[in-house]
């Protein structure tokens, strides 16, 4: 039996408990502010290291609840795609979104073209 996912775990303000560099050494304290905007997310690190800007996508399924994050030092730009199997029809559905869209989220489908990927959509 699994345990549905919760509806909206992610958005608040998170204390960063622990964030170390591939050495082990501290790499920052802080926290980081997540929000959910439409059918997207933004988020803003204020840590030791800088202010840094995000944009989010939610990965869902019935075992699991993830947010894919891109970041930066500006949101000019910033985007985040994903691409999920798609066992129904073969080949992968694409969701995206970048900072300058205001939270709305566009699709596609990557489908097999003359023997290679291509996107339809």
């Known amino acids: 039996m699994t345990t549905p996912p919760i509806a909206e775990p992610f958005s608040g303000v998170w204390k960063v408990a622990n964030a170390t560099l591939p050495n082990g050494r501290v790499a920052y304290d802080g926290s980081i502010t997540i929000a959910e905007q439409t059918d997207a ?3 803003q690190w204020d840590i030791s290291a800088g202010r840094y800007v995000g944009v989010g996508l939610r990965v869902q399924d019935d075992t699991s609840d993830h947010l894919l994050v891109a970041c930066g030092e500006h949101f000019a730009g910033l985007g985040v795609g994903m691409f999920v199997p798609d066992e129904e029809h073969g080949g992968y559905t694409a969701r995206w979104t970048s900072a300058e869209l205001a939270g ?4 596609g489908r990557l489908v097999p073209y003359e023997d290679t990927k291509g996107l339809d959509g």
């Not at 709305?104 to 699709?107: I, L």
């Open 104 to 107: 709305a989220v566009g699709g």
């Open 41 to 43: 997310y933004t988020l």
